[in-house]
Nanobody, 120 residues
Framework: QVQLVESGGGLVQAGGSLRLSCAAS????????MAWFRQAPGKEREFVAH????????YYADAVKGRFTISRDNAKSTVYLQMNSLKSEDTAVYSC?????????????WGRGTQVTVSS
């Protein structure tokens, strides 16, 4: 089994920055991709960004492109999300997910999430 634990959320003013971390543990941790998703109150969960674990290639949702940066530290089994120029609409619970290629396009493991609140 794989466990994912997010940290780094909090309250920040609009225009500010936060850095989220997601630490993975478990003997079977061997992802193809790691991703960040978010879910705002009353809305469906949406994709934010993903990164290829081996090659480091990344992809972003249009809503965060140019403001957020996903990165990873393979040695620490940790993925990060640097969030800059935050807006009130970025307020959500942010969760990380691991795709271990058990089913095409499906994320196998999820963290419980960390709350990000952006005040305007």
């Amino acid at each position: 089994q794989v466990q994912l634990v997010e940290s780094g959320g909090g309250l920040v003013q609009a225009g500010g920055s936060l850095r989220l971390s997601c630490a993975a543990s478990g003997r079977t941790f061997s992802p193809d991709r790691m991703a960040w998703f978010r879910q705002a109150p009353g809305k469906e969960r949406e994709f934010v960004a993903h990164i290829h674990w081996k090659f480091g290639l990344s992809y972003y949702a249009d809503a965060v492109k140019g403001r957020f940066t996903i990165s990873r530290d393979n040695a620490k089994s940790t993925v990060y999300l640097q969030m800059n120029s935050l807006k009130s609409e970025d307020t959500a619970v942010y969760s990380c997910a691991a795709d271990q290629n058990t089913q095409p396009g499906k994320y196998d493991y999820w963290g419980r999430g960390t709350q990000v609140t952006v005040s305007s």
